[in-house]
């Protein structure tokens, strides 16, 4: 996506700046604003769901995800912390990471999984659920968990 892009283009180097990584956090602080003084406004809070679709485009089939976590801020917050942590405590090759070529190792990814979905706060996480077909999008999150649940046999 978006992170994917934005590494591609942009020189190795300029990574390791502090003066580019703070005018990122820069440019990005008046979005930060709008939206922190919108929910506070709205007394919409912080409660946000994720779900995530992959579809094996050779063999057809697909897996969904969801995780619906009560404050976004704590868990955008402990997520940076736990790959901290984990790069750090299981890490033998230095560099910059996209998620995908860090954990590309099953044992990496359930470790990194683990960890992820347990943080305090946490209320909601399918774990995968496969299909034959790739995954139909729903209309809403709401709906995502339902049909996520209902697929676990939770419901």
């Excluded at 994720?50 to 897996?63: F, I, K, N, P, Q």
């Excluded at 984990?86 to 990194?112: C, T």
């Excluded at 299909?131 to 968990?145: H, L, N, R, V, Y």
Aim: proline share 6%; glycine share 10%.
């Amino acid at each position: 996506g978006m992170l994917g892009i934005l590494v591609g283009v942009t020189p190795r180097a300029w990574w390791r700046n502090e003066r580019f990584s703070q005018f990122l956090a820069d440019f990005s602080q008046p979005l930060v604003r709008a939206t922190d003084a919108f929910l506070k406004w709205s007394g919409t809070g912080e409660t946000h769901a994720m779900r995530v679709d992959v579809t094996a485009v050779a063999e057809g089939g697909g897996a969904s995800i969801v995780q619906a976590h009560d404050s976004f801020r704590k868990c955008v917050g402990q997520s940076c912390a736990e790959f901290a942590l984990d790069i750090l405590q299981n890490s033998e090759n230095p560099g910059v990471f996209l998620p995908e070529q860090r954990y590309e190792d099953a044992l990496d990814r359930r470790r990194i999984i683990g960890k992820l979905t347990t943080t305090p706060g946490t209320f909601c996480y399918t774990g995968p659920v496969k299909s034959d077909t790739g995954p139909e999008p729903p209309t809403g999150w709401f709906k995502a968990i339902q049909q996520a649940n209902e697929a676990e046999g939770l419901i």
